[in-house]
């Protein structure tokens, strides 16, 4: 049974402070710069593009350039801290860093918003009909574009005037 996609979580103190003892205890840091790059993210609850999370670093960080973001965000992939959205080349912040992974990333293509699943039943009928097609899985997470709720509404209010 899937889990429920809503973006509740706990306070943004709470997630930091789980992101850095995850990180310590993989014998990891989370620097100043990884830390403004994940609190950014937990803030938004939806995904980022690169240049616009270097814009809102800009404004408490104004020398950040592009690569030290990118090392930041790759770092938080590699920690299972931030997801790496391919569908709409952004990133999200992990809102259950410390549980289980998430196989599913639903995402709409039109606002950014992201619902993190698990569905590990999904996964392997997914991962043997790859591999059926003579294909192996690269990553344990698949992305779905999708419209959330408010999209589709404001979609079907644009087509009806």
């Keep these: ?22 990180c310590t205890e993989r014998g990891k840091r989370l620097t100043p710069i990884r ?20 814009d809102i670093i ?3 960080q104004p020398g950040a350039a592009p690569p030290t973001v990118y090392r930041a965000l790759d ?14 080349n952004a990133w999200t912040a992990c809102l259950d860093a410390a549980g289980k992974p998430h196989d599913l990333l639903v995402v709409c293509t039109q606002c950014g918003a992201v619902a993190e699943l698990s569905d590990p039943s999904l996964n392997r ?17 698949t992305e779905l574009r999708a419209l959330c709720a408010d999209c589709r509404g ?8």
């Design 1 to 22: 049974m899937p889990e429920n996609p809503t973006r509740h979580s706990p306070s943004l103190s709470t997630q930091l402070r789980t992101a850095e003892s995850l």
């Design 35 to 54: 830390r403004k790059v994940l609190e950014i993210l937990l803030t938004q609850q939806r995904s980022v593009k690169a240049y616009e999370l270097l």
């Design 58 to 60: 800009r404004d408490v």
């Design 75 to 88: 770092f938080l992939v590699e920690e299972g801290l931030v997801h790496r959205l391919d569908a709409i």
């Design 125 to 141: 009928q997914l991962a043997k009909k790859v591999e059926a097609a003579g294909f192996t899985l690269s990553g344990h997470e």
């Design 154 to 161: 404001q979609d079907a209010a644009r087509h009806c005037h």
